[in-house]
């Protein structure tokens, strides 16, 4: 079993930035792909990003890129999240992913087995 626990999010104002860190732990891979996904009020579940397992590759939602940039480190067993002039529009639950038999970027929420519990985000007008 593997349990994922985020941690960062909170209220910010439109503009600002916020990092959000996941840490894995249990039976852990390093060899496994790690995403972000998020769920607005009213709205499914949809896909922030990933990032390979060996941190050399990173696959993000279009409307996204630019401004969200993943990253991890292994030896700590953590995925972070960092969130750069955010909107309104970002507010929503963000949940870390984690893929035990994939080790590319995807964003195919099939491919990921364990989830977080969630962090929520909030940001102002």
């Known amino acids: 079993q593997v349990q994922l626990v985020e941690s960062g999010g909170g209220l910010v104002q439109a503009g600002g930035s916020l990092r959000l860190s996941c840490a894995a732990s249990g039976r852990t891979s390093s060899r496994s792909v790690m995403g972000w996904f998020r769920r607005a009020p009213g709205k499914e579940r949809e896909f922030v990003g990933s990032?390979?397992?060996?941190?050399?590759?990173?696959l993000y939602a279009t409307s996204l890129k630019g401004r969200f940039t993943i990253s991890r480190d292994n030896a700590k067993n953590t995925v972070n999240l960092r969130m750069n002039s955010l909107k309104p529009e970002d507010t929503a639950v963000y949940y870390c992913?984690?893929?035990?038999?994939?080790?590319?970027?995807?964003?195919?929420?099939?491919?990921?087995?364990?989830w977080g519990q969630g962090t929520q985000v909030t940001v102002s007008s």
């Open positions: 990032i390979n397992w060996s941190g050399s590759s990173t």
């Open positions: 992913a984690l893929g035990t038999f994939q080790t590319i970027a995807t964003m195919t929420e099939d491919a990921y087995d364990y």
